[in-house]
Every structure is written in C-alpha cells, then in structure tokens.
C-alpha cells in the first residue's frame, strides 16, 4: 500500500511511543524526471534503489528529507508497509539491551564481536589455513585506548603451499563499510567459513585455497556497526569532531573518504558534515580508510607509487592508461541492498581503460546472483569510494557488490535467497583470481565429478565435467557467446603452471558444436603415487580464449581393489535452541568406525545421533566428520539456525540426494510433538544444484500426500534453483513425514538436493 504527502504525521508515529521520543525514517518512492535531478538528491540520501524504466528511487527518508524531496521537484509516495517493518524493527532495537540478536527473524547476523570470535575460532582450529592480524584502530580507539575496535583482517589460505607459490593472487572483501547493512559482512564472514570448513571435503574450496588467497575485513566499520546493532540508522563512523551535528547526524562517510578522485564530481560527496555522504574534511581523513589504505595498497611514496600493500601499483593515476591484463586478484566491496554489480568509474560516465574486461567479469558474476551489471555512474556519479581508488591507483579489478533486497533484511530472505546467490558469485571471482582481466571472456567450467573417488593403482579415472560460455547477465548489453572448441583436463596443477600436464576431453554429444558442452575423459593413474590427487579442467571458446577452471579430487589406492571412502551425511531439526542431529552416513566398501561433531560453538561430541543445546540464539556451521574400518574419512557441514523464543521451529535435511537422469527422487522430514495445523506462511528453502534447471520440476509432499509445487521447469538453461517459498500449509497437520520431491524430465544434466528445510 503507498501513500502520499498527507500521511506523513501519521508515519511518523506508527512505533507506539516511539515518535514522541524521536522522529523515525519512512520509505518512500520518488519520481524523477531526468538524471540531473536525480544527481541532485545522490548525495543526500544513505541509499538509492533506482528504476530506469519507471524513473523513480526508493530511499529511507526523515521530515527533512522529504522537504529536499519536494524542493528538488520530485513526487514521491510513502510505503507504509516497509516504513512499519522499519520502525517497528529500529524501535525493537531500541529497547532491548540485546541488540539484533533478540529480534525474531535476526538472529541469523553476528555482532562486531561475535564476528571477531568467529575469526579468532578459525584461526585456532586450521591454523595452516586461517590467521588474523590486526591492521589498526578505529576512530573511536584512537580517542580513548579503552573504547573502539581494533579493525581485523582474517586471511585464509593453504599455507603449506607457500613456499612453492609465494606470491598468490589474492581475493580482498571489505564488509559493512555503511555500518547499517548487515547483510554485507554476515555474506563475507559465511563465505570465509565455507572456504575454511570446507578444505579437504569440498573440492572446489580445496583447489582455491591450495592455489590463492584470501584476505577479509569483516567488519569494515566497526565503531558504526556497532550503533546499528543498537537501532541507529547508522552509515558513516563516529567522528563527531567535524561541524556541529545532531547525535544521528555526525560522522564521515568513510566510502566518500577514500583518496582517489576524492572530492571530484558534482553531487558524488557532500561536504556538509551532517550529510551523509559527508567525504570528510581531506583525503583519507580517517582512520578506517587510513588502515584499509596501508592494507591494499600500502604506502603511496614521493613517486606516486604505493608499495607494501596486499595489490602492487601496475597503473598511474591517470584515466586512460589500462592495468596490464596479466594482473592478478581481484578487490571487493560488498555493500546492500540495490541488487547491482559495479565497477569504475563512479565519478564519471566514461569508460575504464580496462572497461571490456571489468564488464565480462562483472557480467559472470552477475548471472549467478541474478543482479544487474553496470558502470557505477550509470547510477548517479560517487567520488571518493573504494572500488574507484583500488582500481585507479592500483590498476586492480574492483567491485562494488549491493546485495539483497532490503537493508534490514530478515533472516529467512537472507539465507534462503541473498546469500546462497552470493556464494555462487564470489566462488565463481576466486576461480578467476589467476587472470581476472582474462578469463572470464572465455567458458566457465561449471561442474566436474569422477565416476569413482578411490580407483586401484593404474585404474584410469573416469571424468564428467560441464564447460558453458554462455552463463553471463545480458540485462544490460550483452557480451558474446562462443561455441566450446575443447577442452582439457589438467593432473595435478592448474592450467597455468609450468609444466602441468594435460589431457584432451571429449565431447560427449560427439562434436564441439554449442556453447555448452558436457566433456568426458579418462585419466591413466599408472605411476601416480597413494593418496589425493587433483584434476583441473578448463574449456576453450571458438575464439580462442580459455576460461575459469574447476576440479575434483580423487584417491588412487594400492593394488587390490582399493578402498571407497564414507560419505557423511546429517540431518538436523531445531526446537528453540536445542537441536536433534540425525547421521545417515554410508559407507560403500565396509563400515563407520568413529564420528566426530564440531557443532561451531566449541564444543564437540562423538555420539552417532546427538541432542545438542546452544547458550544463544544464531546461525552455526556444524560439521560431521566419519572415519571408516580402513582409516578414510570425510565431513559434512551445514548450517543450522536456533533461536531462543517464539512457536517457530525450522526443520532440515542435510543429506544429499543424487538427482539423476529422467529420475524421481525424495528427500524426507519428520516433524512430531507439534499441535495443529500448519501456518498459512510457512517456508520451504530448497538448495538443489542441477546444470539444467528447466529439466526439473519441485514439489513439496505434505503427510497426506498433498502437492505445493515449487519449481515447474523454468529459468531456461540456467544452473540451481536456490530460494525459499512461501506456501499455504493451513489445510495440514504439521505432524508427518514432509517431503521433496525432484522430477528430472531429461537427458545428460543431473545434479542432487544439497539442503532443504521447513519453518513453521
């Protein structure tokens, strides 16, 4: 429901005693007529949410804002239904000691020091894999040694590979910059666990971190963040020493801050220290982008050139020289929620020098989390921002990710749809890292498995693997599609080391003749020693360019028939913050001799099937490890949410399930010691990888047998389908067997169900 000017009073006190204590933010969506309008307002606002088509900008507005508004000429319509989720979210906040935390439906985003114990878990438990470092204090510390944050970095990377690769391309995040966006760091941080928790389970988190880098800045703002986690609509940092503001007005905006072109486009900053895109009295006034600064860059000398930073300096300052394409790593910062991904320039509409290559990487990355592409000033002109002095300083690719949909994004939106998008994105940028400026104008290797993953000694291995050049966003220009022309698979090291050794795959249709191709090989094991060894595979387009690998591992055994090893597995279901744990691990060749839980608060157990009850409500990575009766092992993580009030309760399956050709399969829960009837809410979140989703129809099974489909054979040739659903379920007793249900109605692609879950 929208409505316009004469409603405002009314908004303004729609939280119960809020307004009389202070005026609190609507949503509105205004018209614009033309882009200089649009620039006119940029540089009050947090945050624009802009529709071309319609020209109009959905933004967060105080009685002030709005008075801009009209000066400016715009129209605009209030969104009661967003401006009450706001208001009565901010106002919960406000009155609860607890912060984020004690708000059904938030529990999922970690606080300033949740995160940092999050690092510091990582760093003591894979010690050759994880370690933090301090890179500086906030504004806030530099005051008082007793108040702030130290700002961290958590750096992720197989350090027993060091020596032989000394200097690994590097992937940079920055999270939460903009304090009041909580989706940013929870994305980054979950990313880390996923790379960290899954080195030697998950292949392609195996390969990344044995060949690159990995450094994070969870929190990028801490002193800000940690005012938003009280109820403040907070973006900038804590300075208060810059003008004469009201106590929800001050600070810089530290994305205004940043040195490059600083200060250098009509309406890209503010100079109003009140404002919030204030860009702060010099060039990278503060202390936040002071250590972020030394961090990426390092230190700019006499010259102009910085040294001793993450990235070397391979570009002068000016516009128009291009970074060499040989550069390696990749700079991003991850902000919400307009659904974008954006590279330079921000502060002018000409193109980069490196602008072909920024845009094919953009585009990649723009179809697996389904946003729009696009140059940063197509929006409206910023100066002063991270992606800009990374790239312009450094010749570094660099982005700028808006994730999500809204800006206090619930918990259930965020992990079934914002982030499983956005792990998609950042895994398919760390594939990338070797040459960012190059291969992704060639095909993506999207899938790759072997048939076996333990062979005997001189047992060729027999490989599938999915190469497509096609998996690019065409919603803003497109970029051209090839047809595969090979493909090759790689032992042992990736395509790019010197002397790796290959081998030509085959097309399994018989001929390269499409964009994307389905290739088969067989890999000869003679000679190779025991234990795991990798295979690369990378495609080729008809131009001639090679794209992003993947691999797969596999394990050659002695001489006798070898050893499969288990496969973990888990299901979970949740009751306030105690959760059952169900093993349904197999083991093909023999039997499980030993279970170990890390259940990601510290604590661990041995049983088969345990209960395990959390001190506090939140999302925990849990990971099963199994060793079978010849001493193989392997683990399964997953997520699991608890909460510590209310009726809802979520319900997983973990396990996965093969989904193979022309097949139906089932993946079930069992809900019981529940009364009544299902809600007419209720939330099915699916996780099902498949190269081929419109071959594959979803449905859910109530008890009774009753269908709620999900999916029915769309989205064309497009890989997964990953989201909640929001179904009526009021017709059924929530105690039952649940299930999912997976038609796959064609050839040649397959995939399985990763996850699945019930709330209710």
Request: glycine share 8%; hydrophobic share 35%.
């Amino acid at each position: 429901m929208r409505i316009r000017y004469a409603a405002l009073p009314l908004l303004l006190a729609l939280s119960a005693g809020a307004a009389a204590a202070e005026e609190l933010p609507v949503f509105v969506t205004a018209h614009y007529q033309n882009p200089a309008q649009l620039q006119r307002i940029a540089s009050r606002f947090q945050h624009l949410i802009v529709d071309r088509n319609a020209r109009t900008v959905k933004v967060e507005a105080m009685p002030e804002d709005l008075d801009a508004l009209r000066r400016a000429g715009l129209r605009y319509e209030i969104d009661r239904e967003g401006t009450e989720k706001l208001q009565r979210l901010q106002s919960a906040l406000q009155s609860s000691a607890l912060g984020i935390k004690s708000i059904p439906g938030y529990a999922c985003y970690r606080t300033v020091e949740e995160t940092y114990q999050t690092m510091d878990q990582l760093a003591a438990s894979k010690p050759q894999l994880a370690s933090v470092r301090v890179i500086g204090p906030s504004w806030q510390k530099t005051q008082s040694a007793g108040s702030g944050y130290d700002m961290k970095v958590l750096k992720l990377t197989n350090s027993a590979t060091d020596a032989a690769l000394p200097n690994k391309p590097t992937l940079v995040l920055f999270g939460s910059i903009h304090a009041r966006e909580y989706t940013p760091a929870e994305t980054v941080t979950r990313f880390a666990e996923w790379l960290a928790n899954g080195y030697g389970s998950n292949d392609e988190a195996t390969w990344l971190l044995d060949n690159f880098a990995f450094q994070f800045v969870l929190q990028a703002n801490p002193d800000g963040r940690k005012k938003a986690e009280a109820g403040s609509s907070w973006r900038k940092n804590v300075n208060n020493t810059n003008g004469s503001c009201s106590a929800s007005a001050y600070g810089t905006d530290l994305n205004r801050n940043f040195p490059y072109h600083w200060n250098s486009a009509a309406g890209g900053s503010s100079g109003n220290a009140c404002a919030e895109t204030y860009r702060g009295p010099t060039a990278a006034s503060e202390p936040e982008t002071q250590n972020l600064m030394r961090l990426v860059a390092g230190t700019r000398g006499s010259n102009g050139v910085y040294t001793g930073g993450i990235f070397p300096d391979r570009r002068p300052d000016d516009v128009n020289t291009a970074a060499p394409e040989d550069y390696q790593g990749i700079f991003m910062d991850i902000h919400s929620a307009a659904q974008l991904v954006l590279w330079s320039w921000g502060d002018t509409s000409n193109p980069a020098p490196n602008s072909a290559a920024l845009r094919a990487l953009g585009r990649r990355m723009a179809y697996h989390n389904n946003y729009r592409p696009q140059q940063s000033d197509e929006l409206y002109a910023t100066d002063g921002t991270t992606d800009d002095t990374m790239y312009g300083s450094l010749g570094v690719p660099a982005y700028t990710i808006e994730l999500g949909v809204s800006f206090f994004e619930s918990c259930s939106t965020f992990t079934g749809t914002t982030l499983p998008d956005n792990l998609k994105s950042l895994r398919y940028a760390a594939r990338s890292l070797w040459a960012p400026y190059k291969l992704p104008s060639g095909p993506d290797t999207v899938a790759v498995s072997v048939a076996s993953a333990t062979v005997p000694a001189g047992t060729p291995v027999s490989l599938t693997a999915t190469v497509d050049d096609s998996v690019f966003n065409q919603s803003n220009g497109t970029e051209p599609v090839q047809n595969i022309a090979s493909a090759r698979a790689y032992l042992d090291a990736p395509p790019w080391a010197a002397g790796a050794v290959s081998y030509p795959l085959n097309a399994s249709d018989g001929s390269f003749n499409a964009s994307r191709e389905t290739v088969t090989g067989s890999i000869p094991t003679t000679g190779l020693a025991a234990g795991v060894h990798t295979l690369y595979v990378q495609g080729t387009d008809a131009s001639g360019k090679p794209g992003t690998p993947n691999a797969v591992r596999f394990t050659v055994g002695g001489t006798g028939p070898g050893n499969n090893p288990p496969v973990a597995n888990f299901s979970s279901s949740a009751s306030g913050l105690t959760v059952s744990f169900t093993d349904s691990s197999t083991d093909s060749d023999g039997s499980i001799v030993s279970r170990s839980w890390n259940f990601g608060d510290g604590t661990t157990s041995t049983a088969t099937s345990p209960s395990k009850t959390y001190a506090a409500a939140g999302t925990y990575t849990v990971t099963l490890t199994v060793t079978d009766d010849d001493g193989a092992t392997h683990s399964k993580t997953a997520s699991v949410t608890v909460s510590d009030g209310g009726g809802t309760q979520t319900y997983r399956n973990d396990n996965d399930v093969q989904i193979l050709d022309n097949a139906t399969v089932e993946s079930s829960i069992a809900v019981s010691g529940r009364s009544g009837n299902a809600p007419s809410n209720a939330s099915v979140s699916v996780t099902i990888y498949h190269t081929y989703k419109s071959d594959i129809k979803v449905d859910l099974v109530a008890p009774d047998g009753t269908l709620y489909n999900l999916h029915n054979r769309t989205g064309g040739s497009a890989d997964n389908v990953i989201g909640t659903f929001v179904k009526d379920l009021s017709g059924e007793a929530l105690n039952g067997t649940w299930k999912l249900r997976v038609n796959d109605n064609a050839t040649q692609d397959t995939g399985r169900i990763d996850t699945w879950s019930l709330t209710f």
